[in-house]
C-alpha cells in the first residue's frame, strides 16, 4: 500500500510563506504524475498544481500562479510546494495526490489520482 504523508502546514498571516513537504513510501518516479489538492469548508477538492514524473511538466490554479511553486526530488521521494505571498482565500486543508496511471501534469480531476495524503491544514490570518 503506498502512503503518501503532508507535512508544513500551520497558521500564517497574510503575505506570510509556508512550505508544505509530502513524503511518498515508494518511488516517486513509478507516480506518472503527482499534485497538490486544496479543500476549503464547505467545498470540494480543488487542483492547485501539477507535476510530470520526472518535473518537466508542471501546471498550476491560476489563481496561484507566481505565488506558488511545486517541485519534487525521484531520489528521495518527496515533493513539496513553496507558498508565498498567502491570502485568506488560500486557507484549506492541502493534500498531496499521485497517480500511477495518469501521465498528465494538468490532471485537475481527483479521480484521476489513486494515492492520497491525509492532508494538512493551512489557515492564512487577514
Known amino acids: 500500500q503506498v502512503q503518501l504523508v503532508e507535512s508544513g502546514g500551520g497558521l500564517v498571516q497574510a503575505g506570510g510563506s509556508l512550505r508544505l513537504s509530502c513524503v511518498v513510501s515508494e518511488r516517486t518516479s513509478n507516480m506518472l504524475t503527482m499534485g497538490w489538492f486544496r479543500q476549503a469548508p464547505g467545498k470540494a477538492h480543488e487542483f492547485v498544481a501539477g507535476?510530470?514524473?520526472?518535473?518537466?511538466?508542471?501546471y498550476y490554479l491560476e489563481t496561484v500562479r507566481g505565488r506558488f511553486s511545486i517541485t519534487k526530488d525521484n531520489a528521495k521521494n518527496a515533493m513539496w510546494l513553496q507558498m508565498n505571498s498567502l491570502k485568506p482565500d488560500d486557507t484549506a486543508v492541502y493534500y498531496c495526490?499521485?497517480?500511477?496511471?495518469?501521465?498528465?501534469?494538468?490532471?485537475?480531476?481527483?479521480?484521476?489520482?489513486?494515492?492520497w495524503g491525509q492532508g494538512t491544514q493551512v489557515t492564512v490570518g487577514s
Open positions: 495526490a499521485a497517480s500511477s496511471f495518469i501521465s498528465n501534469a494538468n490532471a485537475r480531476d481527483p479521480a484521476q489520482y489513486n494515492y
Open positions: 507535476i510530470s514524473r520526472y518535473g518537466t511538466g508542471i
